[in-house]
T-cell receptor, first 113, second 117 residues
Framework: SQQGEEDPQALSIQEGENATMNCSYKTSINNLQWYRQNSGRGLVHLILIRSNEREKHSGRLRVTLDTSKKSSSLLITASRAADTASYFCATGLYTGTASKLTFGTGTRLQVTL | SQTIHQWPATLVQPVGSPLSLECTVEGTSNPNLYWYRQAAGRGLQLLFYSVGIGQISSEVPQNLSASRPQDRQFILSSKKLLLSDSGFYLC????????????????FGEGSWLTVV
């Protein structure tokens, strides 16, 4: 299975601090994506990084990808209480017609005031 | 803009009863469609995906089936529910890929909570 595994499973920080979440996977990928899920809701796409990219930024988000180590990290800078959610990495593998995403187990982030 | 609708939002069903969850997408044509399940506190498991009408790929052997009777309609069904079918079911869609590396951003519905009792 190429399911990603996030680390840590849970993270609690104070507002203003940075939050770093890591993802490891097992097989080759075409891209890696990060999603956010508020409790009991659907997932929202945050950022996509291709297998030939090493780093990508979007607002307060920074994603790195190391294909040699089969790992990725998501950094949220200057966290806010509204960032409280679960964050999932998903590895994408092209099947010829679709990119199947395989999700990890997620990191629960709690940002306190 | 594209929107995805999924219903019902919650349901409680007895063991052995049938199931039908429905999902429709608006504002796009010929999307890839997906059904995921999320057990409590767990990641998402891909159940089915479809690249066209009547084309269903099953990822995990199980008590469920999927159908795509129309381009933008995706249905998840079961003839007889098991307790283990309880969970949070998410429908999703993505556009067609242009290249191997472009990647599909997947857009999720709000999910359906299923409790089998």
């Amino acid at each position: 299975s190429q399911q990603g595994e996030e680390d840590p499973q849970a993270l609690s920080i104070q507002e203003g601090e940075n939050a770093t979440m890591n993802c490891s996977y097992k097989t080759s990928i075409n891209n890696l994506q990060w999603y956010r899920q508020n409790s009991g809701r659907g997932l929202v796409h945050l950022i996509l990084i291709r297998s030939n990219e090493r780093e990508k930024h979007s607002g307060r988000l920074r994603v790195t990808l190391d294909t040699s180590k089969k790992s990725s990290s998501l950094l949220i800078t200057a966290s806010r209480a509204a960032d409280t959610a679960s964050y999932f990495c998903a590895t994408g593998l092209y099947t010829g017609t679709a990119s199947k995403l395989t999700f990890g187990t997620g990191t629960r982030l709690q940002v306190t005031l | 803009s594209q929107t995805i609708h999924q219903w019902p939002a919650t349901l409680v069903q007895p063991v052995g009863s049938p199931l039908s969850l429905e999902c429709t997408v608006e504002g796009t044509s010929n999307p890839n469609l997906y059904w995921y399940r999320q057990a409590a506190g767990r990641g998402l498991q891909l159940l089915f995906y479809s690249v066209g009408i009547g084309q269903i790929s099953s990822e995990v052997p199980q008590n469920l089936s999927a159908s795509r009777p129309q381009d933008r309609q995706f249905i998840l069904s079961s003839k007889k529910l098991l307790l283990s079918d309880s969970g949070f079911y998410l429908c999703a869609w993505s556009g067609r890929l242009s290249t191997r590396y472009s990647g599909n951003t997947i857009y999720f519905g709000e999910g359906s909570w299923l409790t089998v009792v």
